[in-house]
Nanobody, 125 residues
Framework: QVQLVESGGGVVQHGGSLTLSCAVSGRTIATYAMGWFRQAPGKAREFIAAIGWASVSTQFGDSVKGRFTISKDNAKNTLTLQLNSLNPEDTADYYC??????????????????WGQGTQVTVSS
């Protein structure tokens, strides 16, 4: 059974940066697309970023384009999200997810089927 554990959340000032990590067990991520989502209080879950199985394709939500980057470390079985130029609107719980089928591309994020428990990011103004 695949398990995903996010880490790296915390409190950061407006304009600051954070690095989120997602450690995966029970599945080798080398052949799976993965991604990040977030959910702010009172709002629906929002797609943030995805990366294809070969790390060739990436896709980002409009609200984070140019500020966030996503990468996969197959050797460490870990997904990373680099958050830059943070603003209070980025405050949310951040979740990583993995594709339900192998060899997917970034735009397959709609079918990601396994999720972590989330890590909280708070951006102070």
């Amino acid at each position: 059974q695949v398990q995903l554990v996010e880490s790296g959340g915390g409190v950061v000032q407006h304009g600051g940066s954070l690095t989120l990590s997602c450690a995966v067990s029970g599945r080798t991520i080398a052949t799976y697309a993965m991604g990040w989502f977030r959910q702010a209080p009172g709002k629906a879950r929002e797609f943030i970023a995805a990366i294809g199985w070969a790390s060739v394709s990436t896709q980002f939500g409009d609200s984070v384009k140019g500020r966030f980057t996503i990468s996969k470390d197959n050797a460490k079985n870990t997904l990373t999200l680099q958050l830059n130029s943070l603003n209070p609107e980025d405050t949310a719980d951040y979740y990583c997810a993995i594709d339900s089928l192998p060899f997917g591309r970034a735009f397959d994020w709609g079918r990601f089927g396994s999720w972590g428990q989330g890590t909280q990011v708070t951006v102070s103004s």
